[in-house]
């Protein structure tokens, strides 16, 4: 895993003020890893307001966008020349017990994984954003799987996400 303390404000207040884009250019990072997996460049990207990945065709931006349309998809698909995407999304709110060992899990599983980033934000060790990304084999050749957790310690809430990139 490569992992980070960030040393920026934590911008994101609420789950809900999240928006959901596969059309925007880069924002600035505060931590980035670049990796190369199943043929593809993939640039995992953690902002101060959550996440891009870039693999492929593919630009998924999950962060606070000043005038977007607020809230995540339940789901999204999206046929591009030659692949195939798919994006999910959940929130939880979980009580404090359960929302400490949430991120506990997700640390542990971000730290097991090979290709990741992670990042803590100054105030809370709860406070993270998390990208791990993976192959799969799909019925035309390699693609990728990457998932991303967004939490936030002051209401208990995670948002988790789900991608899917498959060649068509």
Known sequence: MYAVSLDAPYLDTDADQLCFSLDLTERPALAERAVSLGGLDVRLRLLGASH???AGPVR????CLQGAVRGLP???ARQLPGWGYDF????HRLIPAEFGAEVARVLGQAADAEHSLCGVFPGSPE?????VVETVEG??????VWRTWHTYPQNGQIVSTYSRL???
């Open 139 to 144: 019925p035309h050749g390699p693609g990728l």
């Open 88 to 91: 999910g999304a959940t929130t």
């Open 74 to 76: 339940e789901t999204c």
């Open 52 to 54: 891009q990945v870039f």
């Open 60 to 63: 998924e931006t999950v962060a």
């Open 127 to 131: 406070a993270v954003t998390a990208v």
């Open 166 to 168: 498959e060649a068509r």
